[in-house]
């Protein structure tokens, strides 16, 4: 029979010799510290595509960190501005403005203690981070002018230098709107063998584009129709915000005297099938625009703005103002509006109103206030304004203002030929550049077949398409800031989300 001492014994020996060099190495770990540096185990915009809306990225840590270490060492390239928060081992960098289009950016942490280093006076630094992420290129919607693209949506991307035409030849362009991640727009338009400017239908198409990492975008210039025109006509439509709801303004072909505001859902739920659209159940009224939580839609009606849901009894608005005619534009978090009063001498007062109940006068006017819209930037306003140089013939003449409004001080920034009264501008989504374009008219005893037609019925000869940078309101730059003419003929030009 075997020795069981002479098998064991050695195996003794290995457990005993691997505890001894264990309990050693343990030891040189708690003498010389923990050898293993922090580093970064998340980067939420890492290889990310950001728009406006994208105001804060995070970075997650291994472990805690001493926060002013890292705050003075975190570098982004190009520079944003922003302030930081922690919660635990995780950092939140707040950008202060949305981070300008079509850039790539760096960020980088090469040097930062984590606190139990720091208690104990050791040096162990951060593993170096490098990340990086991009915003959305820079690209914009207009109605094409030139004899080859008349009448058809085009895409151009500024960043890419790249155009495209979404819409087909035989459908003239009335009016659109993207949708929030660019992906699609909302356009209503006529056949180019239908000069009756009130067939127009409701269509979507695509712009190729996906803002959605998780979406694949659909191929360029796929068009729906998803509202005719056979008992109704569509005469004005808006976009919700959050891209789920459209409200159009409907008259009856049969009784011109019904009209009123209808709902649809822009897409439908099963994919064999139309959105249906149905009629809100409220008292006509004129122009309106839907609310920046979509869930509602503000109506001038008689002598105020009604605040109509578009979600509970439509019967009863949520809110009436009575000395304000008309909702001219909404911040993004709605906490404040732009709202137009008529006033019985025939000028118009712009006022800023906001959810606490204030009522602010900004300007008053001779003339119209034909857009505004509020800076996402700053606490920025811009408009663009008429104003009255002939009483006799009257005659108005545009230019565009920026408004602080803090001070509701007044800096102008361009003045528009008298001849070019249908002037359209839109703010870009980072507050950098304004568009607007500059409409020659047909001469009135030119002949026209299916011509292109202004919001005043002007018939359209050529268009041209010009970007203005902008400056903070509070910049005390002196040299005055010229609007570049882009080499794009078109008109009603509207930055992509």
């Known amino acids: 029979m075997t020795n069981s001492k002479s098998f064991i014994q050695p195996l003794d020996r290995v457990a005993i010799a691997f505890m001894l060099v264990l309990s050693l190495l343990i030891g040189l770990l708690i003498w010389q510290g923990d050898g293993v540096k922090p580093r970064v185990r998340s980067f939420t915009w890492e290889n990310q595509q950001i728009g406006s809306e994208d105001l ?48 790539n950016y760096k960020v980088q942490l090469d040097t930062a203690q984590d606190k139990f280093s720091q208690k104990q006076g050791i040096n162990s ?6 990340g990086n992420f991009k915003t959305r290129d820079r690209a914009i919607v207009y109605i094409g002018v030139n004899p080859e693209e008349r009448g058809q949506l085009i895409l151009y991307n500024l960043t890419q230098e790249q155009k495209k035409v979404l819409t087909p030849k035989d459908l003239i362009i009335m009016d659109f709107e993207p949708f929030p991640d660019g992906d699609k727009i909302v356009f209503s338009a006529r056949t180019n063998k239908n000069p009756d400017l009130l067939s127009a239908e409701l269509y979507t198409v ?31 439509f808006d976009l919700s915000p959050d891209g789920q709801t459209i409200v159009i303004q409907r008259g009856k072909r049969s009784n011109p005297g019904e009209f009123g505001l209808w709902v649809m859902p822009s897409t439908s739920n099963k994919s064999d099938e139309k959105p249906t659209a149905k009629p809100l159940k409220s008292q006509p009224g004129g122009d309106f625009m839907i609310t920046p939580d979509s869930k509602a839609v503000a109506i001038a009606q008689g002598q105020g703005a009604a605040i109509v ?12 103002l009575p000395q304000f ?38 300007l008053k006017t001779t003339g119209s206030i034909l857009n505004c819209q509020f800076d996402p930037a700053s606490p920025t306003l811009y408009c663009l304004l008429t104003q009255l140089v002939s009483k006799e013939e009257y005659i108005e003449q545009p230019y565009l203002v920026a408004i602080d409004l803090k ?57 041209s398409l010009w970007l203005m940078p902008l400056l903070p309101i509070a910049d005390t730059t002196t040299a005055q800031i010229k609007p570049e003419k882009l080499p794009l003929d078109g008109f009603a030009p509207y930055w992509l989300p």
């Not at 803002?211 to 796929?222: F, V």
């Not at 849901?309 to 009436?320: K, M, Q, T, Y």
């Open 309 to 320: 849901s578009l979600e509970g009894d439509s019967n009863r608005p949520l809110d009436f």
């Open 125 to 130: 630094g951060i593993q170096p981070f490098r």
């Open 325 to 362: 005619g008309l909702v001219q534009a909404f911040s993004k978090d709605g906490s404040q509006a732009a709202m137009v009063k008529f006033n019985t001498d025939y000028t118009r007062d712009l006022f800023l109103v906001t959810n606490q109940g204030v009522q602010k006068p900004l």
């Open 206 to 236: 695509s712009t190729g584009i996906s803002n959605n990492p998780e979406t694949k975008p659909q191929t360029a210039g796929k068009v729906n129709r998803i509202l005719d025109s056979k008992e109704y006509q569509n005469l004005k």
């Open 407 to 463: 001070t509701a001080k007044q800096k102008p920034l361009l003045l528009l030929p008298v001849e070019q009264r249908n002037v359209q501008m839109s703010l870009s989504p980072d507050g950098l550049g304004l568009l607007f374009d500059q409409v020659v008219a047909q001469p009135l005893n030119a002949p026209s077949t299916n011509a292109l037609k202004t919001d005043d019925g002007a018939e359209i000869s050529t268009s």
């Open 56 to 103: 804060s990225f995070s970075l997650t840590f291994s472990r805690p960190m001493e926060p002013k270490s890292v705050e003075d060492n975190l570098k982004i390239d190009p520079p944003l501005a922003g302030k930081i928060s922690w919660a635990g081992r995780r950092m939140v960098y707040t950008l202060l403005t949305p981070a300008p289009y079509g850039t």
